[in-house]
């Protein structure tokens, strides 16, 4: 079975704070991608990766960045966190055309 | 309009009977089309692909796929109160690494 791990399941953080979200899958997939899920907006893409140091926008990059340095780990990065990036992060892996497989979810709080 | 459009329900249904899901997308050139489950709480969870226009049956779970009208439809048979969840249609808009494109989910309610 796929195995997509990431790090927290819940954090805590302060407006301001540069915020790492990490995530590692087992399947030697290519496609990794963040997504947050918010109420009554649903799932929205934020950044996805093709290959390792390859990243491309998804629908609202906006306050984001992330890092692949390695194929099998994709971080999403918070470079100043503000009380609106509070949500759910999920983050999933595929192979190209293939259906993607979802980590647990980090449910994150700005404060 | 749109990406992905689905009745966000509730859709209530008695257990045993068929539910059905519906799904409109407006990219004509979308090519892969999946249905997720998610629980309360949890993250989506893939149940159901389909990719060329027809029916793809996998237990109680039937996809249906008209590219034609773009409209993707999931049917669950003698539903169970275990299958009340969100379900979420997603669309590939373009071949290859593009993330997916979600509707909002239809939440799924079977009563006992």
């Known amino acids: 079975d796929v195995k997509v791990t990431q790090s927290s399941r819940y954090l805590v953080k302060r407006t301001g704070e540069k915020v790492f979200l990490e995530c590692v899958q087992d399947?030697?997939?290519?496609?990794m991608f963040w997504y947050r899920q918010d109420p009554g907006l649903g799932l929205r893409l934020i950044y996805f990766?093709?290959?390792?140091?390859?990243?491309e926008k998804g629908d609202i990059p906006e306050g984001y960045s992330v890092s692949r340095e390695k194929k099998e780990r994709f971080s999403l990065i918070l470079e100043s966190a503000s009380t609106n990036q509070t949500s759910m992060y999920l983050c999933a892996s595929s192979d190209r055309g293939q259906p993607q497989h979802f980590g647990d979810g980090t449910r994150l709080s700005i404060l | 309009q749109k990406e992905v459009e689905q009745n966000s329900g509730p859709l209530s249904v008695p257990e045993g009977a068929i539910a059905s899901l519906n799904c409109t997308y407006s990219d004509r050139g979308s090519q892969s089309f999946f249905w997720y489950r998610q629980y309360s709480g949890k993250s989506p969870e893939l149940i159901m692909s389909?990719?060329?226009?027809g029916d793809k049956e996998d237990g109680r779970f039937t996809a249906q796929l008209n590219k034609a009208s773009q409209y993707v439809s999931l049917l669950i048979r003698d539903s169970q109160p275990s299958d009340s969840a969100t379900y979420l249609c997603a669309v590939i808009r373009r071949g290859g690494a593009d993330g997916l494109t979600f509707g909002k989910g239809t939440h799924l309610i079977i009563q006992p």
């Open positions: 399947m030697d997939h290519e496609n």
């Open positions: 990766s093709y290959d390792v140091k390859m990243k």
């Open positions: 389909i990719y060329s226009n």
